[in-house]
Antibody, heavy 127, light 113 residues
Framework: QVQLQESGPGLVKPSQTLSLTCTVS??????????WNWIRQPAGKGLEWIGR???????AYSPSLKSRITILFDTSKNQFSLELSSVTAADTATYYC???????????????????WGKGTTVTVSS | EIVITQSPLSLPVTPGEPASFSCRST???????????LDWYVQKPGQSPQLLIY???NRASGVPDRISGSGSGTDFTLKISRVEAEDVGVYYC??????????FGQGTRLEIK
């Protein structure tokens, strides 16, 4: 079973770039089994999908964050990463990485559901 | 962007009693292939979200059969037939038909009376 672990600085200054890494174990990040996602959650609030990457390098980003996001692979380390530039206090949140696999019970759907999540890492944007 | 609205925001339930969660979308989540692209997640206290239901009505691996999902188009329901103490948490529905972005509802908090 694949497992995920987020890592990165807990504190980032306003206007700087937030960089997080998700380390994957139990499967190769380039196996093609999963889409690799980032989701965030401000304290006491709901979930916001940030974006995802596939083994082909194909990415999809939330339109509201697209101008500030980059999601990348590092196959040598079996990791994927999130970079969020020009951060403000509004970017303070717990950041989760999640693996989405294809719904094998519904192959015609081509649906990928997020069934593996990391424990999350809390990032505070403050000077 | 598809907007998802959940109700109620808070749901107090006595153990052993049923619970019902509503999820509505601003656009139909029914694809022409017959599938509804609506998933349900629960976030238990201090934990990461976990998948309960995918494509509207398919239980994820390990989810007990007292939890079920139904609905089509713009209206969906998650039901717990007999609530247990371990069910406490926030329940989110999520649409994956028109992406990006994937969008979540604001969540319904299940509390034990």
């Amino acid at each position: 079973q694949v497992q995920l672990q987020e890592s990165g600085p807990g504190l980032v200054k306003p206007s700087q770039t937030l960089s997080l890494t998700c380390t994957v174990s139990g499967d190769s990040i380039s196996s093609g089994t999963y889409y690799w996602n980032w989701i965030r959650q401000p304290a006491g609030k709901g979930l916001e999908w940030i974006g995802r990457i596939y083994m082909s390098g194909n990415t999809a980003y939330s339109p509201s964050l697209k101008s500030r996001i980059t999601i990348l692979f590092d196959t040598s380390k079996n990791q994927f990463s999130l970079e969020l530039s020009s951060v403000t206090a509004a970017d303070t949140a717990t950041y989760y990485c999640a693996a989405a696999q294809r719904a094998a019970a519904a192959p015609r759907s081509y649906h990928y559901y997020m069934d593996v999540w990391g424990k999350g890492t809390t990032v505070t944007v403050s000077s | 962007e598809i907007v998802i609205t959940q109700s109620p925001l808070s749901l107090p339930v006595t153990p052993g009693e049923p619970a019902s969660f509503s999820c509505r979308s601003t656009q139909s989540l029914l694809h022409r292939n017959g599938y509804n692209y609506l998933d349900w997640y629960v976030q238990k206290p201090g934990q990461s979200p976990q998948l309960l239901i995918y494509l509207g009505s398919n239980r994820a691996s390990g989810v007990p059969d007292r939890i079920s999902g139904s609905g089509s188009g713009t209206d969906f329901t998650l039901k717990i037939s007999r609530v247990e103490a371990e069910d406490v948490g926030v329940y989110y529905c999520m649409q994956a038909l028109q992406t990006p972005p994937i969008t979540f509802g604001q969540g319904t908090r299940l509390e034990i009376k």
